[in-house]
């Protein structure tokens, strides 16, 4: 789900004086010259790992330990609160109340369960959803958390596939929308991928009130090797996909695509040097609603890709060593590397795979 974008102003007073309170000199000032605030997670340079807000220059503004390393992040339109997701086979989620209120809430994947790395929040901030792996049956779930009491596991929904990744929710938060990269995996062999003769990619439409299945999309049997990994959604509701190819590596496999309910996937037809860009792999996918564009970036291939969402033209296509996550900024996306590089800004740190722009209303 895309979030609404936040200004200085508006994050300054919802952060509150306990929030404020804990920032150095030096971060007060970067947060004051910043129309926008960022979040991710990554690695320190003594090995541990954490959460960071950032402004919209890259500076680090405040930071928030984690016990292991995370992956994706989400952040509530409608409350103060952001979650980290642990990296794949993670078994933590770390709840972390952005305007200082209350100490950060961490949440267990129960036995038989682990993160996928993702989840988002109803719009009303009531639940969040998490994807997660029932990896003894072989099965993507979608756990349901309450966060009136204090994000207790409450149940979970089927995610009709394996190997779900990404997760988003629709902006009335009637349907949620399920990523299945189509991959096995067990704890037992860490990260190893079971299943690539044999992968079940897929894109999945769940109703948010009960679990039922609206709509599966399956790729072609040419495209069984496509990994569905990550989405977003734009203004009108369409649910934009980025993909990860496990095939050979001289084959130029679509990577980008979009569909709505009721209609058959749609991929774009990338120049073939930016397919070669990007490595067949694309690592995150964001959308700027405000400007109509879509981001993508690739660690693998280096390369950061802009794309109008209306016609699906490439506008720009840039060189970014290890580039990471995405989120939509003022002008165009806001870019961060593995190597520390966010935007203008070089930091000690290893920037994790994604980063997620924060909510209006905090």
């Known amino acids: 789900m895309a979030l609404p974008l936040i200004d200085r102003r508006r994050f ?19 947060l004051e ?26 500076e680090i503004v405040a930071r928030s330990p984690l016990p292991a390393r995370a992956h994706g992040m989400a952040a509530c339109p409608a409350t103060a609160k952001a979650v980290a ?22 949440i267990a994947a129960p036995e038989g369960r682990h993160f996928f790395g993702h989840g988002c929040f109803s719009p009303d901030g009531r639940w969040l959803y998490a994807s997660e792996n029932d990896f003894d049956a072989n099965r993507g779930v979608i756990g349901l958390y309450d966060a009136r009491e204090n994000f207790a596991r409450i149940g979970e929904y089927e995610a009709f596939g394996i190997g779900t990744h990404d997760l988003s929710v ?50 072609p049997h040419a495209l069984r090797q496509l990994s569905t990994r ?6 009108g509701g ?18 980008v695509g979009h569909f709505s309910r009721g209609e058959p996937l749609t991929f774009l037809d990338l120049p073939h040097e930016i397919v070669q860009a990007l490595g067949n ?23 950061a890709v802009t794309i109008d969402a209306a016609s699906g033209r490439v506008l ?3 060189i970014r060593p290890d580039a990471a996550g995405i989120a939509a900024a003022r002008i165009g996306f806001a870019v961060s590397s593995y190597d520390g590089l966010m935007l203008d800004t070089q930091s000690d740190v290893a920037w994790d795979q994604h980063i997620v722009r924060l909510p209006r209303r905090l």
């Open 12 to 30: 300054m007073q919802a952060a509150g004086i306990a929030f404020l309170a804990g920032l150095s000199p030096r971060a007060l000032y970067a």
């Open 33 to 58: 010259r910043t129309d926008a605030v960022f979040a991710s997670a990554f690695r320190a340079a003594d090995g541990s790992y954490g959460v960071a807000t950032v402004t919209e220059r890259g």
């Open 85 to 106: 997701f642990a990296r794949r086979p993670g078994t933590f989620a770390m709840v972390l109340d952005l305007a200082g209120r209350v100490e950060p809430v961490v």
């Open 170 to 219: 629709s902006d009335d938060g009637a349907m949620l929308i399920a990523a299945n990269g189509g991959i096995e995996t067990h704890p037992d062999f860490g990260r190893t991928k079971l299943n690539l003769d044999r992968m079940e990619p897929s894109l999945v439409l769940i109703d948010a009130r009960d679990g039922a299945l609206i709509e599966r999309h399956t790729l």
């Open 230 to 235: 990550h989405i977003d959604l734009d203004a």
């Open 238 to 255: 369409q649910i934009w996909f980025a993909c990860q190819y496990e095939g050979p590596r001289n084959d130029t496999p679509p990577l």
């Open 281 to 303: 792999y694309v690592g995150a996918i964001a959308v700027n609603r405000r400007l109509g564009l879509v981001g993508v970036t690739s660690p693998v291939g280096g390369a």
């Open 316 to 318: 720009q296509s840039s």
